[in-house]
């Protein structure tokens, strides 16, 4: 039987499947053909089943979800865009179609009875994950963890009285798994199974559980049949289980034990991790391997969610699966940060998937994005009007059509000229938020906000009895009723906390200063583009022998740049030295300036240190390489406390740096410093003056005013390591 037999046979025999999933087939063949002749059927065959649950109902008495639908589009635009599925082969169930009957009925007659060996397969699912007692105890804790459906709600009388659930269990994906004809096969869960609720101004993806609840009649058969389809008896089911996953690759936002956050991100809600995978792999040029891409996913979504979320994988027993490519999709592509969806009358609709998530404020009216060929050759430029979560609207600047799925990449990007530092309130605050609002809003630049709602920077807030027991072990842990900052997922900002009867008024008089370097620090991240800079840039982190290198990091787009990877977190001691190299490998030379935030958000420039000296001073010239500090130099620069993460800024730019040298040489003159790097106590005139010359100019868009950075007079790159 031939596979596109099989395929219209599939289509022929399942309208009553389709149309209990809200759909006909006009529909699945429309959305086929709108991309039929862009993606023509590729061997091996690519199949997905994308399931994501916001709109978990009230009476199910569990949170609803915010990003889950959206991590669906998040995967769909991903898989056609950059992994070549056919949108045909894509199956989402979203909300009120994701019941559990749909989604196993979807899984076997989409993706197991339609593949074929060496076919791709897909599943991904975003929703509430939760835990069940488990007869067989395959975990010490005697649980079996599951993915919630839309129809599942807690027992009436739970958490007084257990009772069946509706779930789909760990040990249903394994039989599901073991049935897959393909050992090309991912699953990737953006759920967990610890906690519930709100945490911060984040909601975690996980439903209540534990051993009251067990697995439903329904649930029980299902495996029963299953094992009796696979041949499969009981004894050998536990064993294989045990051993490890059935088929290919399982993706897992966090640990078992750990949370999964569904995040805001400027205008919209998303997956932590989800976003991040996806936004990472829009930039790869090239197969990404399973293990280095978690591992560089990781570290990113972290930093945007809980410090306890860290995404982990597994794949199948005995195979080398760890060390091939993502998906199992050998990948080159162009890096794009955007691909063109409909285009009408000079109007460009457009998903901005590739687009950083700590940049997406430099993404809107007036950012010009260039249209690339496959081999990266510009086509015409395109720009923003608006934009709307991650879809984007645009108009052509100097062509007069693109087609759908034309990638584009950032030209130019637009940086807030009032940037905001949003500060969330956190209940903790209780009546005295308004007064807590009232004095924060008086620090220029800074914004409060209830929590719930918009994205946070930052939290303030109490220390409270519950946030000790859940940060126990962390050292300098405030004292209970301490008011101070928090990160958005309620881990703590290090030196941030005063006494504990210290007034609200008091404490935030005492942060102003902090403030105002988190909001200086926002400010310069939003012009970093590693990924995107023409300019050709690197930059190497090593000991101070100069011997062992710890870090590195390119403009890998700029001429003749070779592709590096998402570079480690080097952990380095209180007092161990460091140097770094800055390579220039233009022909033309280039205005310098690095800047070093540490934990604290305190903000020094390593980066010029001659401050009687011109603006020769900033000057790298054309194909020369920067030691820092020089043999010559009188200053070492070695790790310091706090510790925490400490990120170094690079900042290189076509034009001299006339607004911000000037800036520092008056701040180094008031601290009566000559030569030797410089601590800012407040930098925002001086971030204000390097952005001024870094940037084309100014203009207003709306009722916006935006500094204008163009990728090719500008890289802006940044080296982190944890000081330990």
């Known amino acids: ?95 009120q179609q994701a019941t559990r009957e749909n989604i196993l009925t979807a899984y076997e007659e989409h993706l197991i009875k339609q593949a074929q060996p060496g076919d791709v397969v897909v599943f991904h699912f975003s929703g509430h994950g939760s835990r069940v007692l488990d007869p067989d105890q395959d975990f010490e804790d005697g649980l079996n963890s599951t993915l919630v459906p839309v129809d599942s709600p807690l027992p009436a009388g739970f958490p007084r009285e257990g009772g069946p659930v509706n779930d789909i269990t760990g040990h249903t994906m394994f039989l599901l798994g073991s049935a897959m004809p393909t050992e090309n096969y991912t699953v990737v869960l953006d759920s967990c199974h610890s906690g519930g609720a709100k945490r911060g101004n984040l909601t975690i993806r996980s439903r209540a559980g534990g051993s009251g609840l067990t697995m439903s009649d329904s649930e029980l058969a299902y495996q029963a049949d299953w094992r009796s389809r696979l041949d499969l008896s009981q004894a050998d089911f536990i064993q294989r289980r045990r051993a490890g996953i059935a088929k290919g690759a399982a993706i897992a936002s966090t640990r078992r034990e ?92 457009m998903w901005l ?40 609207r645009g108009r052509l600047m100097d062509a007069d059509s693109l087609p759908s799925g034309s990638l584009l990449q950032e030209q130019v990007r637009g940086i807030p000229t009032d940037v905001k530092l949003r500060i969330g309130l956190d209940e903790s605050l209780g009546a005295e938020a308004n007064r807590a ?68 008024t008091a404490a935030i008089e005492r942060l102003r200063p902090k403030l105002r370097l988190l909001l200086a620090a926002r400010t310069v991240k939003l012009a970093l583009n590693p990924g995107t800079s023409r300019l050709n840039l690197n930059v190497a982190m090593f000991d101070e022998t100069g011997n062992q290198i710890l870090g590195k990091v390119v403009a890998v787009r700029g001429a003749n ?120 106590e407040d930098p925002n005139e001086v971030i204000d003056g390097l952005l001024a010359d870094i940037s084309d100019g100014t203009r207003g868009t709306g009722n916006a005013t935006t500094r204008s950075i163009n990728v090719s007079q500008l890289a802006a790159l940044s080296i982190t390591f944890d000081t330990i």
């Open 437 to 504: 609002r009232a004095a924060l809003e008086t620090i220029p630049g800074v914004e409060a906000l209830a929590l719930g709602g918009d994205e946070v920077h930052y939290i303030f807030g109490r220390m409270t009895a519950a946030n000790r027991q859940e940060l126990a072990g962390q050292p300098h842990l405030p004292a209970e009723g301490a008011i101070g900052l928090f990160s958005q997922g309620l881990d703590l900002v290090p030196n941030a906390y005063g006494n504990a009867g210290e007034s609200i």
């Open 1 to 95: 039987m031939s596979r596109g037999f099989s395929r219209r046979h599939f289509l022929q025999t399942t309208g009553a499947t389709l149309a209990a999933l809200g759909w006909s087939q006009i529909d699945v063949m429309r959305q086929g053909d709108r991309y039929g002749r862009a993606w023509a059927q590729s061997t091996p065959r690519k199949l997905a089943l994308l399931v994501g649950i916001n709109d978990y109902p009230q009476e199910s008495r569990f949170a609803p979800l915010n990003g889950c639908v959206n991590d669906v589009e998040l995967q769909y635009f991903l898989l056609v865009h950059r992994f070549g599925f056919n949108p045909r082969d894509i199956v989402k169930l979203t909300d």
């Open 561 to 680: 740049a070779a592709p590096e990877p998402r570079p480690t977190v080097p952990q380095i001691a209180i007092g161990q030295g460091l140097r770094f190299e800055i390579q220039n490998q233009e022909d033309q030379d280039l205005y310098l300036s690095v800047l070093v935030i540490d934990a604290e958000g305190i903000m020094s420039v390593i980066f010029p240190n001659q401050w009687t000296a011109s603006i020769a001073a900033t000057l790298l010239p054309a194909r020369t390489t920067l030691q820092l500090p020089k043999p010559s130099d009188s200053f070492r620069l070695v790790a310091q406390a706090p510790i925490g993460t400490t990120e170094v800024l690079v900042v290189a730019s076509t034009n001299p740096l006339n607004n911000a040298l000037q800036g520092l040489q008056a701040i180094a003159n008031n601290v009566g410093v000559s030569r030797g790097p410089v601590g800012i």
């Open 353 to 392: 998937g590739g687009v950083d998530p700590n940049s997406l404020e430099a993404f809107d009216a007036g950012a010009v994005l260039s249209s690339v060929d496959a081999r990266g050759q510009a086509r015409g430029l395109v720009q923003l009007t608006t934009r709307s979560g991650l879809t984007g």
């Open 258 to 349: 750990q949370y999964a956050a569904d995040a805001p991100f400027d205008d919209f809600y998303a997956g932590a991790f989800t976003f991040v995978l996806t936004q990472y792999l829009w930039q790869q040029t090239g197969e990404s391997p399973l293990t280095g891409a978690i591992a560089n996913v990781a570290r990113t979504t972290t930093e945007l969610s809980f410090s306890n979320q860290e995404p982990q994988f597994e794949t199948q027993p005995g195979s080398n699966f760890d060390n091939q490519p993502l998906y199992f999709v050998p990948k080159i592509a162009t890096p794009a940060e955007a691909v063109v969806t409909n285009i009408a009358g000079g109007e460009v609709e």
